[in-house]
């Protein structure tokens, strides 16, 4: 591990001979870049900012970096707390964990830290154990309910990765229909609506792949969940310029649905895409709270998931 500086923050470089990636522990312990050596390709979305500011606690997503890998709980929409002693508490935009100050500990081999967080207002601590071994980033999670009551919660890595119009998304083939959640898409219709996946019809008329990226010039921004659990437990993307390929392997039965993110230049003129394996649908907790389609951990327990990052090649 090597200290160093990242757009004006410390910031942990890991690395091996495979592949190297950095965190902000300042930035509640953001993943900032992950780059695989023998191509030199950066995963991760990088944004134009010569500096980055650490946000305060319920600050708005949009109003800060939105690049990297930002950790999302208990919801990913704003929302009020559904249920319990603590209903009616106010949830952030994209949740609290992303903008509070975390704490931390290396690894004494320097491959990964612990790192972990306590929300002010709802009763959880929330821990991830990173490690990187060779072309793999291992994180393992834990939230601890510190609570006399259940706790629901929606987690999702909100990793933006790097794409072009080379870049396909690599999905579980039985997952075949999906659900749009954003409001504001021109391809997919109002939220609610439904479509065959991976060919369908945008609104327009157009045939349209959705697993495809589309150019940034098409100024589209589209967020779709599949509608059936992703039993297999994995999803990747992969870039057919030269094969490099981004797999994400999980517990299936800690984190059984699947969304994805795609700005292709209609938010803020940004062009990235997330692959975002979910504890709980919809993006909103107090909708999967009444759907029962959320986490829930026990009155004093722990709820614990493995989630693995491996850079890997695949034939051109």
Not at 180 to 198: D, K, N
Not at 237 to 260: E, M
Request: glycine share 6%; proline share 8%; hydrophobic share 35%.
């Amino acid at each position: 591990m090597q200290r160093t500086q990242y757009k004006g923050l410390d910031a942990f470089l890991f690395e091996n001979d495979k592949a190297s990636l950095l965190i902000l522990p300042d930035y509640a312990c953001k993943m900032a870049s992950l780059v695989k050596k023998d191509t030199g390709r950066e995963f991760l979305f990088q944004s134009s900012a010569d500096a980055l500011t650490p946000p305060p606690y319920a600050a708005a997503f949009s109003a800060y970096d939105s690049s990297g890998f930002d950790e999302v709980l208990p919801s990913i929409d704003a929302c009020p707390y559904p249920d319990g002693p603590f209903k009616g508490a106010a949830i952030p935009d994209h949740g609290e964990v992303w903008a509070l100050k975390w704490e931390h500990t290396l690894h004494p081999d320097g491959n990964g830290l612990t790192a972990w967080a306590t929300s002010p207002v709802l009763p959880y601590k929330f821990t991830r154990d990173l490690t990187l071994a060779g072309e793999e980033v291992r994180l393992r999670y834990t939230l601890e309910n510190l609570s006399d009551a259940p706790f629901e919660f929606i987690w999702t890595p909100h990793c933006l990765l790097n794409c072009s119009p080379d870049t396909v998304l690599l999905i579980p083939e039985d997952l075949t229909e999906i659900m749009t959640v954003e409001h504001s898409t021109r391809t997919l219709g109002p939220w609610g609506t439904r479509h065959r996946y991976p060919l369908t019809t945008a609104v327009d008329g157009r045939q349209i792949n959705l697993a495809a990226t589309e150019p940034a010039s098409s100024a589209s921004c589209e967020k779709f969940y599949f509608t059936r659990p992703n039993k297999q437990g994995w999803c990747a993307i992969k870039h057919s310029d030269n094969g490099d390929t981004l797999t994400y392997r999980y517990d299936a039965d800690k984190i059984p649905y699947l969304a994805v993110w795609k700005t292709q230049g209609g938010y803020r003129g940004d062009y990235n895409l997330a692959l975002e394996p979910c504890t709980g649908e919809w993006d909103d907790l107090y909708v999967a709270h009444k759907i029962r389609r959320a986490a829930v951990c026990a009155p004093k327990a722990k709820y614990e998931w493995n989630f693995t990052m491996t850079l890997g090649q695949e034939p051109l």
